[in-house]
Nanobody
Framework: QVQLVESGGGLGQAGGSLRLSCAASGYIFSDYAMAWFRQAPGKEREFVAVISWIATTVDYADSVKGRFTISRDNAKNTLYLQMNSLKPEDTAVYFC????????????????WGQGTQVTVSA
């Protein structure tokens, strides 16, 4: 049974930092590209960042470039998102996702999804 479990969300302050984790099980983690998406209330789920199978390639949404860093530890089957210089507009539920199709930016390219973790950034 495939499971993606996010953790590390919570309340942060503008200008501060949070680190999200996503623990994967039930499939071969290193065979899949991994990504973070987010969804704010009343908005569609949007791409945040993606990392390739062995972390040779990363891609970021313009809104987080230079502030967020995606990484993975294939030995621990875990994906990370380091979020620095937080802004109130980063407030959303953050989801991790796995794709066997490459490092895409659309939700349709991702097979497995976590349940999400709430990130709230106060001004």
């Amino acid at each position: 049974q495939v499971q993606l479990v996010e953790s590390g969300g919570g309340l942060g302050q503008a200008g501060g930092s949070l680190r999200l984790s996503c623990a994967a099980s039930g499939y071969i983690f290193s065979d899949y590209a991994m990504a973070w998406f987010r969804q704010a209330p009343g908005k569609e789920r949007e791409f945040v960042a993606v990392i390739s199978w062995i972390a040779t390639t990363v891609d970021y949404a313009d809104s987080v470039k230079g502030r967020f860093t995606i990484s993975r530890d294939n030995a621990k089957n875990t994906l990370y998102l380091q979020m620095n210089s937080l802004k109130p507009e980063d407030t959303a539920v953050y989801f991790c996702a796995a794709s066997g199709r490459g490092i895409g930016r659309t939700v349709f390219e991702y097979t497995y999804w976590g349940q999400g973790t709430q990130v709230t950034v106060s001004a």
